[in-house]
């Protein structure tokens, strides 16, 4: 029973050490020059009309050549003024335009974000959402990267933190998910996306077929179009640069965070069977510590798993939060671990039998 003990210990330490390496040599800054590429970002928009001042302001504030990029937003069916407001906001700016999905027959994200791939100019894509904001480094880094010949990015999507309890949730998530898709990157096994920072080149979006082979959930186009890129060996990488997160608010209630969760976890059904069994193991072998106590009628020693796991955690997320662009104090890292992953079970309980909706 002890060499259990210790071997189990020996697994959390070493495979925590490889976060931590892995999210270091992620953030190594890219030495090649960067000679600016044509890019058109397409963003869909669903009643956005409260963002999108906001985003059109962080757009325009974007540190590339304005000739150099185009931005397509396209209304997806909207019930509010977003069309309307789109239309007067983008009239005078001369590499903005709008679209209105209704016009050609189409319906949903998918539908919407394929229109403005169609009808972009540029061989490069980037595609954000309506409720973001880019940082002023944003296409500048993806630009250096698409240079070294990489045909799909992604990059980091941090949330903006606040104090309500729902806000340290969704942030704490969205740091410890990031920093094992990142470390997961580095080895060049990546599984998620965030569709708020995501770009592609044009050539490998109509390689893969657009987003037809992504429909197996009500979302997920990112992570699906990410699984077939995977399955075509093509050149994927990550864009971790000063200046070029995207930022986004949490959901403001916990009826709102548990869908949004439910379905992220329903698309993770859909991954490649190795991401799966990877991703599946690295949460099962976390649990099996938290819940390491209850061993403890078996063998006293196994009271030493959950104390352990919690150290380690908080040294990874110590390390790292930073770079995520994230702060949580020393009592926020302890509690929102252990809330995080219990979350997990919900999360994939309310994906296998809650009615997942999209708004």
Same mark, same amino acid.
């Given at each position: 029973?002890?060499?259990?003990?210790?071997?189990?210990?020996?697994?959390?330490?070493?495979?925590?050490?490889?976060?931590?390496?892995?999210?270091?040599?992620?953030?190594?800054?890219?030495?090649?020059?960067?000679?600016?590429? @044509?890019?058109?970002?397409?963003?869909?928009?669903?009643?956005?009309?409260?963002?999108?001042?906001?985003?059109?302001?962080?757009?325009?504030?974007?540190?590339?050549?304005?000739?150099?990029?185009?931005?397509?937003?396209?209304?997806?069916?909207?019930?509010?003024?977003?069309?309307?407001?789109?239309?007067?906001?983008?009239? &005078?700016?001369?590499?903005?335009?709008?679209?209105?999905?209704?016009?050609?027959?189409?319906?949903?994200?998918?539908?919407?974000?394929?229109?403005?791939?169609?009808?972009?100019?540029?061989?490069?894509?980037? !595609?954000?959402?309506?409720?973001?904001?880019?940082?002023?480094?944003?296409?500048?880094?993806?630009?250096?990267?698409?240079?070294?010949?990489?045909?799909?990015?992604?990059?980091?999507?941090?949330?903006?933190?606040?104090?309500?309890?729902? @806000?340290?949730?969704?942030?704490?998530?969205?740091?410890?998910?990031?920093?094992?898709?990142? &470390?997961?990157?580095?080895?060049?096994?990546?599984?998620?996306?965030?569709?708020?920072?995501?770009?592609?080149?044009?050539?490998?979006?109509?390689?893969?077929?657009?987003?037809?082979?992504?429909?197996?959930?009500?979302?997920?186009?990112?992570?699906?179009?990410?699984?077939?890129?995977?399955?075509?060996?093509?050149?994927?990488?990550?864009?971790?640069?000063?200046?070029?997160?995207?930022?986004?608010?949490?959901?403001?209630?916990?009826?709102?965070?548990?869908?949004?969760?439910?379905?992220?976890?329903?698309?993770?059904?859909?991954?490649?069977?190795?991401?799966?069994?990877?991703?599946?193991?690295?949460? !099962?072998?976390?649990?099996?510590?938290?819940?390491?106590?209850?061993?403890?009628?078996?063998?006293?020693?196994?009271?030493?798993?959950?104390?352990?796991?919690?150290?380690?955690?908080?040294?990874?997320?110590?390390?790292?939060?930073?770079?995520?662009?994230?702060?949580?104090?020393?009592?926020?890292?302890?509690?929102?671990?252990?809330?995080?992953?219990?979350?997990?079970?919900?999360?994939?309980?309310?994906?296998?039998?809650?009615?997942?909706?999209?708004?």
């Amino acid at each position: 029973m002890i060499y259990l003990v210790i071997t189990s210990i020996t697994i959390l330490f070493l495979l925590n050490v490889l976060l931590i390496y892995s999210v270091k040599k992620l953030n190594s800054i890219s030495k090649s020059v960067n000679h600016s590429v @044509n890019i058109s970002i397409v963003v869909a928009a669903k009643n956005e009309a409260s963002n999108i001042d906001g985003l059109i302001h962080s757009l325009q504030n974007l540190d590339y050549p304005i000739e150099m990029f185009e931005v397509i937003i396209i209304d997806d069916h909207s019930t509010d003024m977003t069309y309307d407001k789109l239309k007067t906001k983008i009239d &005078s700016i001369i590499n903005f335009s709008v679209l209105d999905l209704k016009s050609f027959n189409g319906s949903g994200k998918r539908d919407a974000l394929t229109l403005g791939i169609n009808k972009s100019e540029h061989p490069f894509i980037m !595609i954000t959402d309506a409720d973001c904001r880019p940082e002023k480094n944003w296409l500048t880094a993806y630009s250096k990267k698409f240079n070294e010949g990489f045909e799909i990015l992604f990059g980091f999507a941090p949330f903006y933190q606040h104090k309500s309890l729902i @806000n340290k949730i969704s942030c704490f998530e969205n740091l410890r998910s990031s920093i094992l898709s990142f &470390s997961m990157a580095a080895f060049e096994l990546p599984y998620t996306a965030a569709a708020r920072n995501f770009g592609f080149t044009k050539k490998a979006f109509e390689t893969l077929g657009g987003y037809s082979k992504t429909k197996d959930t009500l979302s997920g186009d990112d992570d699906l179009l990410l699984r077939e890129a995977v399955k075509h060996k093509m050149k994927i990488g990550t864009v971790t640069e000063a200046d070029s997160f995207v930022f986004s608010e949490t959901k403001k209630s916990f009826k709102e965070y548990f869908q949004q969760k439910a379905r992220h976890t329903q698309t993770s059904f859909h991954y490649l069977l190795k991401q799966k069994l990877i991703i599946g193991s690295w949460h !099962i072998l976390n649990l099996a510590f938290l819940f390491s106590p209850i061993l403890m009628l078996i063998n006293p020693l196994f009271a030493l798993l959950l104390p352990l796991k919690l150290v380690s955690d908080f040294v990874t997320v110590k390390f790292n939060q930073k770079k995520f662009g994230y702060t949580f104090s020393a009592g926020e890292i302890f509690y929102l671990q252990i809330i995080y992953e219990l979350f997990l079970v919900v999360h994939f309980f309310n994906a296998r039998f809650l009615k997942v909706r999209w708004k």
